[in-house]
């Protein structure tokens, strides 16, 4: 009999990642066939999609909240199916709000449930590791420090490292991409990445715009690239440069290639996510920022274990970079945080070492890492059948 994977990956990120796994998977299992909700890059690798993963992007609570109804059938109606189907093993890639519960019920049914990614229950909300060891058999984390935890709570782990640190090269080529890009190599960049999100882009696009024009007061000739995701968030920073009178200024918009504008750029300015450890496996001096609601912030702040918010300075396990938020991120604060990037080469040369230092922790070749934890599950279910 065939092997049967049951799969459900979220948002873009996750179907990235799960199709780099199904192809590490197939390298051992050359007939498996592999179902549930995901996107086109897991289509492409033979992955049928029952139901597209951007059903799970949802933005923020009151967003989630709206869609729960919604979000909960699709999960009970793909149960009923996984039940009825017997497949040899279910795996979730991150959402973890969608995936746990599934995850619980499927083992409960007698189906081993691997989770991919582990929530981050060292930034908050660790209570939740209670009800990770009732729901999983086995648990795949990205970051070093993460299999200590869910050891103490009797839950396997294995540690796969992150896909990035396998995409990234160990020695970014800067001058490619400042020539790709078009800028000339003596010239100052700062490149500045307001986020993804449409949220994100309308709390600091104009604190961006207003960093800008404190540096390009000090520096005329200073060159800022903003990448930016989608043409709605474009079109957002657009509208924040003709509300601050700032269409002037040497910024230039990129749709999307945010890599190469970090790879091109001196400095990187970065709200707190995902590309801040992009920012890092490149191994750019950068400054972390963040704005959000105050009652938000407030409780995300009562919340939370660590003292830092960046990827970058929780993985050192110290500030190796500023971070400056909420009432702190503005542009006097910010411009000020940037330029002394400029000014000390020690510095730069200090925190570009150390970056390689966590790239190398990371490289983990993590789809091959991550194919050998499941496939001993999928070897005891074949022996079954």
Not at 131 to 142: D, F, N, T, W
Not at 186 to 196: F, I, N, Q, T, Y
């Amino acid at each position: 009999m065939k092997i049967r994977i049951a799969m459900v990956a979220g948002e873009t990120s996750g179907d990235l990642l799960a199709s780099h796994l199904i192809r590490a998977l197939r390298r051992h299992l050359p007939d498996a066939e592999f179902f549930g909700i995901g996107g086109p890059k897991m289509q492409a690798e033979g992955f049928e999609v029952r139901w597209p993963c951007e059903l799970l992007a949802v933005h923020g609570y009151v967003d989630a909240l709206k869609r729960y109804r919604e979000l909960s059938g699709i999960r009970r109606e793909l149960l009923g199916q996984i039940r009825a189907e017997r497949p040899d093993a279910f795996i979730g890639v991150d959402a973890p709000d969608f995936n746990l519960w599934l995850e619980g019920k499927v083992r409960d049914a007698g189906i081993p449930a691997i989770h991919f990614v582990g929530p981050s229950i060292w930034a908050w909300r660790g209570g939740r590791i209670k009800r990770i060891a009732r729901s999983v058999s086995h648990m795949l984390c990205l970051f070093p420090f993460e299999p200590e935890l869910y050891e103490r709570a009797g839950v396997p782990v294995s540690y796969v490292g992150h896909p990035l640190a396998d995409e990234f090269p160990l020695e970014p080529d800067r001058a490619n991409a400042r020539e790709r890009l078009g800028i000339p190599s003596e010239r100052r960049v700062v490149a500045m990445l307001p986020g993804s999100r449409q949220s994100e882009v309308r709390n600091l696009a104009d604190i961006f715009i207003g960093t800008a024009k404190t540096l390009h007061e000090r520096d005329p000739e200073r060159l800022f690239l903003v990448p930016l995701a989608t043409r709605e968030t474009r079109q957002l920073f657009e509208e924040a440069l003709h509300r601050n009178d700032a269409s002037e200024l040497p910024i230039r918009m990129l749709f999307g290639h945010a890599v190469e504008a970090m790879t091109a750029a001196d400095v990187v300015l970065v709200a707190s996510g995902t590309a801040s450890l992009e920012a890092a496996l490149l191994k750019r001096p950068m400054v972390i920022t963040y704005r959000i609601g105050k009652w938000q912030y407030r409780l995300m702040k009562r919340m939370a274990y660590l003292p830092w918010v960046g990827l970058p300075n929780i993985l050192c396990g110290e500030t190796v970079v500023p971070e400056l938020l909420q009432d702190e991120a503005d542009p006097a604060h910010l411009a000020a945080a940037i330029d002394d990037w400029f000014v000390d080469d020690a510095r730069r040369a200090a925190v570009e070492a150390r970056f390689t230092e966590l790239h190398h922790t990371l490289r983990q070749d993590t789809a091959r890492r991550a194919a050998e934890a499941i496939l001993p599950y999928l070897d005891k279910a074949g022996r079954a059948a």
